[in-house]
């Protein structure tokens, strides 16, 4: 079969997002999600849910102008972020990671898990939280990964 002019840009366009999808969420891959699943429920569970839901009006900051922990599942915003960033900010914690990136106005609960758990276990956690979300999120948040 010949290919067109037409087809074979089409071709190549879509050979580099296959490529680029089976690359961008290479952190989270061949993660134990299991392992994962239990760290979750003991350092984290407490603050976003047993089922990943959040607190209660998480969109909106409390009296201490702390936002409340998000969901983790596909409702919150979790899968809105790259991999990195999501690591960062569990390792270091809300302000830790948003300090290293400038921002030093945006007032996080998010605790650092720096000498908690070990960057291996915070892979793990975050492959779990990422198990649980739909196909189609977990595609729309491996986009969001620079290809290595």
């Not at 002019?5 to 296959?18: D, E, G, H, I, M």
């Not at 969901?71 to 809105?80: I, K, Q, R, V």
């Amino acid at each position: 079969m010949r290919m067109t002019r037409f087809s074979r840009p089409a071709l190549v366009a879509a050979l580099c997002v296959s490529a680029l999808s089976a690359h961008a969420g290479h952190e989270l891959l061949d993660r134990d999600v299991e392992n994962g699943q239990a760290l979750y429920a003991d350092h984290c569970a407490s603050c976003h849910g047993a089922n990943l839901e959040g607190q209660e009006d998480w969109r909106f900051p409390g009296p201490d102008g702390v936002l409340p922990a998000p969901p983790h599942d596909e409702t919150g915003h979790t899968w809105h972020h790259d991999n990195v960033l999501l690591f960062d900010y569990t390792r270091l914690g809300g302000q830790g990671a948003l300090a290293q990136r400038g921002i030093a106005d945006f007032r996080s609960g998010m605790p650092a898990f720096e000498g908690t758990l070990s960057d291996e276990e915070i892979w793990e956690v975050l492959a779990y939280i990422r198990s649980t979300w739909p196909d189609r999120v977990q595609d729309i948040q491996a986009m969001r990964n620079p290809p290595h």
